[in-house]
């Protein structure tokens, strides 16, 4: 358990201003106040601002002057939604600007290029756990080769590969498997009908070893891209929490983590139907370069056209980010290094970025990347980022 | 949502910049204020709310409304000053900071709860007359300070004093009765 982790209530600097505050308490504050400067901050701003009152005056001018500072440096009024090619520097110009903007002068950083304190941090590898129908499980790495028969169906995993071929009959009752991909995974997987899948970091795909009866279904928890075999015959769905998506033989990525608020489907080629499990008459249909985005909280699909190639691209071994916010590139950057993120500004997470990069470089590099276009630094600790 | 707000956000998705002009002059210093309420400083609130603008001006088209523009503005900076306070390691469990945004405010229609607004309501009466007067004039008619010194015939720092004590026993009354558990 990391040593500076006390966490208050707000009650307890209200009542620190109001002097009701207990032994007890006056020490757990302290114990806070201790863990660092930004919590000594907060607390003399508390102060000030309830013995004084606000700094702020809802002047027009002074409205008005922020108005134009947005508007010079940060409001476009045109989006450019067909060149998304925007090369590194050119954006650095861009994100330069509102990081001045934004930032007051005062606080700028000079190093941008990450501090190694640790060991290196690794990008991911090709690695998943294997379950069969009868709940044993294997280890696949890169490095094993396996020969499993489950139920008459052949299961190959030989590098980072695994594969299954019909051999028998099907048998009376379908048998499922679940391949787990960790955080700082990856994995490629051929099901028994010819259907191609790549599966990212933090991922989890439930199938039937062979597909009987008229359809076939799997279960996801997180991101795969799908490279489905057709058959007009038997339609592929794939369940995602309370999406389902149907397609007949097509590709696509879908991003379903369960942290996150949004499933989304991106359709390379061919054509989806995506709905919701429990009301299969809301449905969008998909064609290739569009993207469906269901909100899980609000009940609705809705869909964009997009470039698909940023979406899958971490297929071909790239992340691709196009005027990403920082907050968003690291959630991605996490699950794949397997680290943890801290920002100590919020004005951080709202920067944003475009940019091409290679995903098995290590992570220092890829940081420094980042930084180099910016006024941040990042410091690491094992697993651990912080960014100020 | 209402019609008024299909408007405005329909003008919004289409970067008409005028209105989002008008949006910004509208909302800008009540967001600031309500925003003061969680962090206590000006510049941290400013930079959040800035850059809320830039976010919705950029996303507009992929967003969805559920109540109103105003709504989603409010409900965005609450989130944003709440994710700024937990990498604080500082929770509110007891809603003292909302209770602190909410009487910045002052237009407490959007907070889709008739319990505040009564309690608040109830709290402001039991101020000393001059008190209420002045503070009603503040956060419920929006009044600038000038004008409410000029209407009262009182310097203006007589009206921050008032306006700063007013607060004060409002928080006091407010949070010492059991009905914080209204608030959420």
Redesign the interface.
């Known amino acids: 358990m990391p040593k500076d982790?006390?966490?208050?209530?707000?009650?307890i600097?209200?009542k620190k201003i109001n002097h009701t505050l207990t032994e007890k308490e006056e020490l757990l504050l302290s114990q806070?106040l201790n863990?660092?400067p930004?919590?000594q901050?907060?607390l003399e701003?508390?102060m000030?601002?309830?013995q004084?009152?606000?700094?702020?005056t809802?002047h027009?001018t002074e409205?008005?002057l922020?108005?134009n500072r947005?508007?010079n440096k940060?409001?476009?009024?045109?989006?450019n939604k067909s060149a998304w090619i925007i090369s590194l520097s050119a954006a650095a110009a861009a994100i330069f600007l509102?990081v001045t903007f934004?930032?007051?002068p005062t606080k700028i950083e000079v190093t941008p290029i990450a501090i190694n304190r640790g060991e290196l941090i690794k990008p991911g590898t090709r690695q998943a756990t294997l379950i069969l129908n009868d709940g044993s499980v294997h280890d696949l790495t890169a490095t094993k080769n396996l020969v499993l028969n489950d139920g008459g169906t052949e299961i190959k995993s030989e590098g980072a590969k695994l594969e299954y071929t019909e051999k028998e009959s099907a048998p009376s009752e379908t048998m499922y498997n679940t391949l787990r991909i960790p955080r700082g995974g990856e994995f490629f997987l051929q099901l028994a009908d010819g259907t191609k899948v790549w599966l990212n970091s933090e991922t989890v795909l439930r199938y039937p070893v062979q597909f009987d009866g008229n359809e076939r279904r799997v279960e996801l928890t997180g991101e795969a891209f799908f490279e489905v075999a057709r058959n007009e015959k038997k339609p592929f769905l794939v369940e995602s929490g309370e999406q389902v998506i149907k397609v007949l033989g097509t590709e696509f990525n879908i991003s379903s983590y369960k942290e996150e608020q949004f499933i989304y489907t991106t359709l390379l080629k061919g054509s989806v139907e995506v709905f919701f499990k429990n009301k299969p008459e809301i449905k969008q249909t998909l064609k290739p370069n569009e993207q469906s985005?269901i909100?899980n909280a609000?009940r609705?699909i809705?869909k964009?056209e997009v470039d698909p190639y940023q979406f899958i691209a971490w297929k071909e071994g790239r992340f691709v980010f196009k005027?990403e916010?920082l907050g968003e590139i690291m959630k991605t950057l996490s699950k794949w290094y397997n680290v943890e993120v801290?920002?100590?500004r919020?004005?951080l997470r709202?920067i944003r970025f475009t940019g091409d990069l290679q995903r098995y470089s290590d992570f220092g590099d890829v940081l420094e990347k980042i930084g180099k276009t910016n006024e941040m630094k990042f410091i690491i600790e094992n697993k651990k980022i912080t960014i100020r | 949502m209402q019609i008024e707000d299909k408007l405005l956000f329909n003008e919004i998705k289409n970067r008409n910049l005028k209105v989002y002009e008008a949006l910004f002059n509208d909302y800008y210093p009540h967001l600031v204020r309500f925003a003061e309420g969680y962090l206590f400083d000006k510049q941290e609130c400013e930079d959040i709310i800035q850059n809320l603008f830039i976010h919705f001006w950029e996303n507009a088209d992929k967003i969805s409304l559920d109540h109103s523009v105003r709504s989603y503005f409010f409900q965005s900076v609450k989130n944003r000053c709440l994710n700024h306070l937990r990498d604080l390691n500082i929770r509110d469990r007891h809603n003292l900071l909302y209770l602190e945004g909410l009487l910045n405010v002052g237009e407490y229609s959007e907070f889709q709860n008739p319990e505040i607004i009564i309690h608040i309501n109830a709290a402001i009466a039991q101020l000393p007359e001059q008190m209420a007067k002045i503070f009603k004039l503040k956060y419920l008619e929006g009044k600038k300070i000038s004008e409410i010194a000029q209407i009262n015939q009182i310097t203006e720092n007589t009206v921050k004093t008032q306006l700063l004590r007013a607060k004060g026993k409002l928080r006091k009354l407010l949070t010492e009765t059991t009905s914080l558990n209204f608030f959420f």
């Open positions: 982790q006390t966490i208050i209530d707000f009650e600097i209200w806070w863990e660092s930004s919590h901050r907060y701003k508390a000030h601002y309830y004084k009152g606000s700094d702020f809802d027009k409205t008005d922020v108005w947005l508007k940060g409001l476009k009024s045109r989006r509102i934004l930032f007051p985005k909100n609000e609705t809705s964009t005027d916010n801290v920002f100590d919020e004005a709202n």
